[in-house]
């Protein structure tokens, strides 16, 4: 059974540690989330792979210019901006995080998008909106941090329009995790414990299409992207690998969980696909 309960206080040892909030602000540019690489393209351009997932996040909402959309787990509002700008839509960015909230609302203040994103606390378990008052919701790698996925799927139905679309991207395991090897799990469950992937534990590559399902989705695509996400899980390893061992030797490995995450990320590879699901609340 899923856990009942917001764990703040693991979502800041992965967020709020100076070493993580360094990580996301001067390598990764504000965001917190993988990349997408076409065949034939560099792995090693990985702010441009990041670029292209966002694009795929915008092309699978497949929303009007004007359309109201919600950001589940917002972080700094990078995903959110993007989808501002390059498709026109109007974004609600929810998140737990108060330094997250402080971060989304300077930078698009800066980028002159405060009409067109707005940011505040929220838990995507019990969101704070009205029934159907959005017209598309996606989560940007956020899912797999949901302490219970079946009701955050409800409350993404919830909150959609009949018709509305929600997308889903991120990581997961191949299968339940309870099942797969014990060399595996003694690499991934340490893991999904130090990054607060609560969710990971609960859903899985087979899986989450029927979580969809039951929460009253139509699913219209569950699309391995893993060979997308490959490239940039190879360059970071070779980017970050000997920083990370450096570090993990002769300073505090507890400061640094997101670097440690772009490295191990590579031991469990095996075991994780990265899925893009689209899905649609049937209209009435």
Known sequence: ???????????????????????YTRVARNARHWGWTEPGQSKWRLWRAQRRLEDVLGQKLALPTGSRVLDAGCGAGVVARAMATRFGLLVTGVDVLDFHLAEACRLSARAALADRTVFSWGDYHELPFPDDEFDGAYSMETLVHSYHPARALAEFHRVLRP?????????????????????????????????????ARFYHAGNLSQLLTGAGFEVEEAL????????????????FRLPWEVLRRFGDPARWLNLRSTVEMYDVR?????????AVKPSR
């Open 270 to 278: 095996e075991y994780v696909a990265w899925y893009v699901h689209t």
């Open 163 to 199: 018709g509305g679309r929600l997308v889903l991207l991120g990581p997961m395991s191949t299968g339940p995790v309870e099942e797969l090897p014990p060399s595996a799990r003694a690499l991934l469950e340490p893991y999904l414990d130090a990054m607060a992937m609560t969710g």
């Open 224 to 239: 391995d992207a893993t060979p997308y996400y490959t490239p940039t899980t190879e360059a970071v390893h070779a980017y």
């Open 1 to 23: 059974m899923a856990a009942q309960e917001l764990d703040l206080a693991a979502l800041r040892r992965v967020y709020g540690r100076t070493g993580s909030r360094w990580f």
